[in-house]
């Protein structure tokens, strides 16, 4: 197999390596599927280098209160209201002092972080909470199943056990399946989407701006990483359970706008290029969306076959 179709057949997390332009720039000696599958510590630096996770970008106004503040790779998005700020995400360790400058850059206080919110307890996207909670005070908000993750650094992942782990953080409210959280003029969501981790969590922001109405919404949940085991020998009992109510929990979504928690699911790049001159228009994608999670639906039931020994349905 080629090294960019290894890559794309190890993970859907790694499919930014099969562009070209980055496959030239990595060496030659890339892992196998397996080797990403067995190894935790080689799959997280592939997916950094890969991905950019670590790598600084500029920040820029989605819609309305709506700001992302992450990295090349990674979605962080602050919400700016009239009464304060609501973070979410906060990327890898390191992402910390970049979504400071980012926050910054924007003319906003990171101080004025009331309430930090989270899509799910893994290092890419939890790395920087306690970072930001000892600066801010912020209230950090967690879905239930995410909890323990959370406040232990994820040191007991039914995959990484405590191979990415990181420093923890206090949860102090503990979220369900729909409850909300209200700041200002911004009203968020919460809906318990899990699979990825126990209790990965998708956003909808119901938003008024310039007089209309706009659904905006942050999916997570439905992506699997190599070694995830669904079928036989599921990884935690219940996953594929979990995984199937996630896809018909994100298919009754229906977002005018969508964006997420890894960049290059919702090309970020081309859009935020295109907002320069379309503005709010180009972030629209509501076809995009339904796109999303028809390919996470299709490659859940991809690896489901696999694992079962049938040929693919898509494949
Ligand atoms: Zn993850």
Redesign the pocket.
């Given at each position: 197999m080629s090294i960019s179709a290894r890559l794309v057949a190890a993970s859907t997390l790694l499919s930014a390596l099969a562009f070209p332009a980055t496959a030239q720039t990595l060496p030659q000696t890339l892992p196998s599927k397996e080797q990403l599958a067995n190894d935790n510590k080689l799959f997280v630096f592939w997916a950094n280098k890969a991905l950019k996770w670590e790598e600084p970008t500029e920040p820029v106004g989605i819609i309305g209160p709506i700001y992302f503040v992450g990295t090349k790779g990674l979605g962080v998005f602050l919400f700016a209201t009239s009464e304060g700020h609501i973070l979410m995400n906060t990327g890898m360790p390191s992402s910390g002092p970049m979504i400071l400058d980012s926050i910054r850059k924007l003319g906003f206080s990171p101080k004025d972080i009331k309430v930090m919110i989270n899509a799910?307890a893994?290092i890419?996207?939890a790395g920087a909470f306690a970072f930001m909670k000892k600066l801010t005070g912020a209230q950090v908000a967690i879905m239930q199943d995410d909890v323990a993750a959370m406040e232990s650094g994820d040191r007991d992942d039914f995959k990484y056990r405590d191979d990415l782990a990181y420093e923890g953080v206090k949860v102090d409210r503990v979220l369900r399946d729909g409850d909300t959280v209200q700041l200002g003029e911004v009203l968020l969501t919460a809906y318990h989407t899990p699979g990825?981790?126990r209790g990965a969590t998708t956003w909808i922001a119901n938003l008024a701006v310039d007089g209309k109405a706009y659904v905006v919404a942050f999916p997570d949940g439905a992506?699997f990483?190599p070694g995830y085991r669904i079928a036989k020998d599921p990884s935690y009992p219940g996953i594929a359970e979990d995984y199937r109510k996630t896809h018909y929990r994100l298919e009754m979504i229906k977002p005018d706008i969508w964006l997420a928690q890894h960049n290059e699911y919702y090309d970020f790049e081309g859009k935020r290029k295109r907002a320069e001159t379309e503005g709010v228009r180009a972030w629209a994608d509501a076809e995009g969306y339904r796109r999303f999670v028809a390919g996470k639906k299709r490659a859940f039931e991809d690896q489901v076959d696999d694992e079962l020994g049938a040929p693919s349905r898509s494949r």
């Open positions: 799910h893994h890419d996207h990825h981790t992506g990483n």
